[in-house]
């Protein structure tokens, strides 16, 4: 059967609004992008306009069915009441993604976009149809008393991304179907359309979802292919994210906080919600959002941890927070975002800060296990779009103290301060070595020098210049920070203090541990580092849904 993701579909509404680079190549490559946009206005596209044109043209004089079509019943735009909650029919629609052979010879009714449309005849159309990611072939093709040439004139006219419901029996071809991710197709009976999109969009679909790989294989043989540049991507984020690796991106990003709170949950913690609106500056430091409550200074939480920690000094043992965390730090790189979501977790301790660590360790397996288990879907879909290799991680998490650390870039010929901190280059660098020594991408890098450390974090015992503190890595970037925390009041404030803070702006935190605090310790993690990190993403921004950062806060 004929493949509808043809070329003679493709870029015509991408060039005209929105997309940034005409690339041979990568989307990173803005070098030559004025070259290349006159490269893709060329023939292709050319070609490519004048069939859309036409097949607008045709959209434009075919919207509604022919009113002499004796078949006109079975097809057609639906009238909105039709969906306004007037009846429920006790159709089953069937999911585009569970469409397999098991449904040889079955009837199906399913709803979903009209990825791409291609008019073969006037007896014949194709509709890929997709929904949550997955695509589906339908064929329109005239037979007696079922489908007219006004369905097969209706199908072609349908523009792209309209919300479609198509009804027909599911066949399965002798050979594989190209540009679908179901290997059966649908001959159509019935198709209504529920929703109309615009018929000029600012991103072609398939344009934003052509993968990595494409661009190289481009690269070799001279191709061009139109390239979706980051910043259009999210300017037009609704149909950016309509992609397969997108919709896989926010399912496995719902995979792990749910694993989270699961394991979390099993580990006898609860869930809590802190403030995020708070009096004077956080924990203080220039990287707050400030803003007036009533006539008072506040601003916007920087993180969870004074308020989890008091949760803890109320007794409450074991808790955790999924919730946005607030950072107004002017960093462009590709891992900080001015508003993140942050998984903390805070714990009593008996003993020492290694019982967080266990609980980190089995946490992180435990997530890593259950997304390799149950999202394999959503990972080969991304894959598809940005290969990457699966993260090695070991079933007993390795831990380094910072000072191994130390002396591994130092075997390495690295000199470091063993009092100061790891740039971003240098802990790569060190990933990468303990990659090599311990065939793991995912390690816990503890007792940091305290100089470089939060106030509240705890002196180790046997050295002051060090603390129970501790990093967390993927693929040799920081992914959590954590450490046991100072819950003696006294020492609280002159820490405090000593690091610049007014101690009256936390007085009702410091208070908190006047009236009796068991020790305890805790972590906070950067859900959107979690999820870029372990499919090797190369842009945060991949993995916030609407990012904030310093240039953007819209849409
Ligand atoms: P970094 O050194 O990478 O700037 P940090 O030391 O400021 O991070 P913490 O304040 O300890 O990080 O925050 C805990 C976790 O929250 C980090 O390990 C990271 O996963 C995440 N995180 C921190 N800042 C950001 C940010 N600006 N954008 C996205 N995630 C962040």
Known sequence: ????????????????????????GSERSKDGAKQEKENAAGKQNKKAERLEKRRLAAAAAATAVEESDPLGG?????????????????RIWTKVGSLTEEYKEKEVLIRGRAHTIRGVSNKMAFLLVREAGFTVQCVVAVAPEVVSKGMVKFATAISKESIIEVQGSVTVPDKPIKG????????????YCISKSVPTLPINLEDAARSEKEFERAKQTGEQLVSVGQDTRLNYRVLDLRTPANQGIF?????????????????????????????????GG???????????????????????QMAICA????????????????????????????????????????????IIDKLFVSIFDGLNEKCKKELDAIDQQYPFEPLKYLKKTLRLTFAEGVQILKDAGIEIDPLGDLNTE???????????????????????????????????????????????????????SGAQRVHDPELLTKRAKECGIDVNTI????????????PHGGAGVGLERVVMLFCALNNIRKTSLFPRDPQRLAP
């Not at 679908?180 to 198709?191: F, G, L, P, Y």
């Not at 960093?331 to 975002?337: A, E, G, K, V």
């Not at 002051?464 to 501790?470: A, I, M």
């Open 1 to 24: 059967m004929e493949n509808p993701q043809n070329a003679e579909s493709s870029a015509v509404e991408s060039t005209k609004n929105g997309v940034e680079n005409i690339n041979i």
């Open 74 to 90: 079975n097809y057609g735009d639906l009238p909105f009441e039709a969906v306004q909650s007037k009846e429920i029919s006790g």
């Open 180 to 191: 679908a991710s179901q290997q059966v197709e649908i001959k159509v009976q019935k198709v």
């Open 251 to 283: 399912r496995l990003q719902s995979h792990v906080s749910m694993l989270f709170r699961q394991v979390l949950i099993s580990e006898g913690f609860i869930e809590i919600h802190t403030p995020k609106l708070i009096a004077g500056a956080s924990e």
């Open 286 to 308: 220039s990287a707050v959002f400030r803003l007036e409550y009533k006539g008072q200074p506040a601003c916007l939480a920087q993180s969870p941890q004074l308020h989890k």
């Open 315 to 358: 007794d409450f043992g074991r808790v955790f927070e999924i919730g946005p965390v607030f950072r107004a730090e002017d960093s462009f790189t590709h891992r900080h975002l001015c508003e993140f979501t942050g998984l903390d977790l805070e714990m009593e301790i008996k003993e020492h800060y290694f019982e967080v660590l266990d």
């Open 426 to 480: 240098t802990e790569r660098k060190l990933g990468q070595l303990v990659r090599e020594k311990y065939d793991t991408d995912f390690y816990i890098l503890h007792r940091y020098p305290m100089a470089i450390r939060p106030f509240y974090t705890m002196p180790c015992v046997d050295d002051p210049l060090y603390s129970n503190s501790f990093d967390v890595f993927i693929r040799g970037e920081e992914i959590i």
């Open 507 to 518: 007085s009702t935190y410091i208070d908190s541990f006047r009236w009796g605090a068991a």
